[in-house]
């Protein structure tokens, strides 16, 4: 067969926009405690490092560029289908704890939780799923393994969250669209939500109240959720593991703060602030480079815990 340049372009580009670049700071949370903290069914929300993650978080306006559903390890599923389903596209150890996913330039596919070691992560645990419902919305899940990534329904997605658009919103966008059939393809956030959505488990639903005034939820388009709705929902426990625990010391008065007078920017950028500058004084004036200083990271736990609120 002859090559075709269409998808050789398209491969080129997806690799380009895929690549996980190096991280300049250090994860804010610990990942070790992520690993013994985390179940099934919770959501892992992920602040990555590619290019497509940088335009998903402007796009959004979250810190959050992709989720996950955590299905544990593989004794953890209960139905010995679905576990042959995932032996079937997981061949590592078995013992693994495992992730399913959907990302550019893979489809949803089964992954190691330690594949974001790396990276800043939260837990989103649904609050009060019983466990027969759990087993359920990982059974919906898994049955998209396999299935494409939906590119389309990422750039509608886009388009409908811009705020600015000289095309309406609903014109040709997959978003709205309600054929019959099983879909195909599908992307991170949308099939968690469906998923979560196949039994009955509030997200963000619509709420709305009656001729006698009694709320009541209306669901919500599952193609129209993005990795920060997990975070937001108020029927997801949000569970975090900072790097520097509050819990390890009897107060944030004996949190171990640096002496040496830094103030930093970001990790590696800092200065001694002059006490005494003026007013409006230039800002070169009122600072002191430290050049033998900035090769050291410092993590700052104010910072830490004001970037895991965020």
């Known amino acids: 067969m002859g090559l075709n340049p269409a998808a050789w372009l398209g491969k080129k580009i997806v690799a380009w926009l895929t690549n996980e670049r190096y991280r300049a700071s250090s994860p804010m949370c610990d990942f070790d405690r992520i690993r013994y903290e985390i ?64 990302w550019l330039g893979e489809g949803t596919v089964v992954n190691p939780l330690s594949k974001y070691r790396e990276d800043s992560l939260r837990v989103c645990r649904p609050v009060g799923l019983s466990r027969q419902d759990a087993q359920h919305v990982l059974k919906f899940a898994l049955q998209h393994l396999g299935f494409d990534y939906d590119l389309r329904q990422l750039l509608d997605l886009a388009r409908f969250l811009f705020p600015y658009s000289f095309v309406p919103r609903r014109w040709r966008s997959s978003l709205f669209q309600h054929n019959a059939g099983s879909p195909t393809r599908s992307v991170c956030s949308s099939m968690i939500a469906a998923a979560f959505a196949s039994v009955k488990f509030p997200l963000l639903p619509i709420l709305e109240r009656d001729h ?88 700052d736990p104010v910072d830490t815990d004001k970037a895991e609120t965020s």
């Open 212 to 299: 006698l005034g009694r709320l009541r939820m209306v669901p919500r388009n599952t193609r129209l959720f993005t990795p920060r709705d997990f975070d937001y929902s108020p029927y997801f426990d949000i569970i975090k593991c900072p790097l520097l625990d509050f819990s390890k010391y009897s107060s944030y008065r004996e949190l171990p703060w640096a002496l040496d007078g830094r103030i930093c920017n970001t990790e590696g950028d800092c200065y001694i602030e002059v006490r005494g500058a003026e007013p409006g004084a230039d800002e070169s004036l009122g600072q002191i480079a430290t050049p033998d200083l900035e090769a050291a990271p410092v993590t």
């Open 39 to 102: 179940r099934p069914c919770d959501v892992l929300l992920v602040e990555g490092r590619s290019r497509i993650s940088e335009i998903i978080r402007t796009i959004t306006q979250s810190p959050w560029s992709h989720s996950a559903l955590y299905i544990g390890r593989i004794h953890d599923i209960d139905d010995e289908e679905l576990r042959e389903r995932v032996l079937s596209f997981y061949t590592g150890d078995p013992n693994e704890q495992l992730l399913i996913e959907a």
